[in-house]
């Protein structure tokens, strides 16, 4: 698996579920263009994810991975 892994020339994820943070950084590890469809955001098994927000004084704060928009928006903030 590993090698067919690695002979990848790219990775698509269609409702990965817990994969589509993983399949983005395996992409990005090996420089290889990526696809991913995501779905649910499965909030209670990665509360580590953060995303940066605009704060009410306009100043910049974390918050958590809670919808489907924030987790999109996290995942392009990989590519940052």
Do not use: W
């Not at 993983?22 to 955001?41: K, N, Q, S, Y």
């Not at 809670?66 to 987790?71: H, L, V």
């Amino acid at each position: 698996t590993d090698r067919l892994l690695r002979g990848a020339s790219m990775v698509v994820g269609m409702h990965s579920d817990e994969a589509t943070e993983p399949i983005v950084d395996f992409a990005f590890r090996l420089g290889i263009p990526f696809a991913v469809v995501p779905c649910c955001v499965f909030q209670d098994l990665f509360p580590l994810r953060v995303i940066q927000t605009a704060g009410a004084s306009g100043g910049r704060r974390q918050g958590a991975v809670k919808s489907y928009n924030s987790f999109c928006r996290y995942l392009l903030a990989k590519d940052a």
